[in-house]
């Protein structure tokens, strides 16, 4: 079994950075990692994923070159860099993990980010 605990959410001026966490605990040798995020009144989206191998894929075009997803394979933990942050940006943010040839089926509880003009 796979649990996800994300941290690093917060209160966030635009212009600022915040970094997202998330730990891992369970077997996720070989896993995709990513993070959602959802704002309300919306479907949650695909922010940014991570193959095992490193391969990362940015699904939101206004977070390119502001937003960095890396990983630590050893200590089982994947971030999310977040620079110049935006109002938009305003949302719960989720880490997920896929089993390779599954869909994301691992979650964590979500951690609010909140973006002041």
């Known amino acids: 079994q796979v649990r996800l605990v994300e941290s690093g959410g917060g209160l966030a001026q635009a212009g600022a950075s915040l970094t997202l966490s998330c730990a891992a605990s369970?077997?996720?040798?070989?896993?995709?990692m990513a993070w959602f995020r959802r704002t309300p009144g919306k479907e949650r989206e695909s922010v940014a994923e991570?193959?095992?191998?490193?391969?990362?894929?940015y699904s939101v075009d206004s977070v390119k070159g502001r937003f960095t997803i890396s990983r630590d394979n050893r200590r089982n933990t994947v971030s999310l860099q977040m620079n110049n942050l935006k109002p938009e940006d305003t949302a719960v943010y989720y880490c997920?993990?896929?089993?390779?040839?599954?869909?994301?089926?691992?979650w964590g509880q979500g951690t609010q980010v909140t973006v002041s003009s």
């Open positions: 997920a993990a896929q089993k390779s040839g599954d869909h994301f089926g691992y």
């Open positions: 369970g077997r996720i040798s070989g896993y995709t």
């Open positions: 991570i193959s095992w191998s490193g391969a990362i894929t």
